[in-house]
């Protein structure tokens, strides 16, 4: 036998998880407690120079991009001025010191 009422659609209660602030105050507010990642990459270069403290390796402006700066303790947040807790490491390296452990 076949039931030809046509369905009834019900639509779910909204679950609106927007969130009111700009995305101004989100940057603001997800940057609080610590200089933007660009200042400290350039006290970290000015402080330990541009060579990768694991291999050596010398940069040049042109192949700066290359040499990252490491959070030693793993905190991004955690940026001290006297450059402490960062080291510049090449990319390969950088991978490397993150990869640790993994496997």
Known sequence: MR??????VVKKPSTD???SRSVADIV???TQGGPPKSDYRAKSLKIHGLICAKCGREFEPDNLTLLTVH????????NPP???NWE???????????SRGMF
Do not use: I, M, R, T
Not at 3 to 8: I, M, V, W, Y
Not at 71 to 78: A, L, V
Not at 88 to 98: A, F, K, P, T
């Open 3 to 8: 039931n030809n009422k046509p369905f009834k």
């Open 17 to 19: 998880n927007s969130d």
């Open 28 to 30: 603001k507010a997800l």
């Open 71 to 78: 959070h030693k303790d793993g905190d991004h947040q955690n």
């Open 82 to 84: 006297d450059g402490s």
């Open 88 to 98: 510049n490491l090449c990319v390969h390296c950088h991978d490397d010191e993150h």
